[in-house]
């Protein structure tokens, strides 16, 4: 329980901590927090997850590309529940 509520709190920092450019004000990583359990532990994505992740569609490069994402993103787990959510796997 301890590890989820860290990584939580990873994501938010991290998010807290992003570049305010015009492009990116959309992009918000925190808003992701709701699919840790599908991301990170492989769960089925919750209807809020997938929901989430459509609103943060244009944003997945960015975050592939941000050190402190890029594990989170780029993972298996990662790529099956943007598949079990019905949204295309990004060309980065």
Do not use: D, E, H
Request: glycine share 8%.
């Amino acid at each position: 329980m301890a590890k989820w509520a860290a990584v939580t709190v990873l994501l938010l920092v991290a998010a807290a901590m992003a570049a305010p450019a015009p492009a990116a004000a959309q992009c918000n990583a925190g808003q992701l927090a709701v699919c840790a359990g599908a991301i990170i532990g492989g769960s089925a994505p919750s209807a809020s997850c997938c929901s989430n992740l459509r609103a943060q569609r244009g944003c997945f490069c960015q975050y592939a590309r941000n050190p402190a994402y890029a594990s989170y993103i780029n993972s298996g787990n990662a790529r099956k529940t943007l598949s079990s959510c019905g949204i295309a796997i990004p060309r980065c």
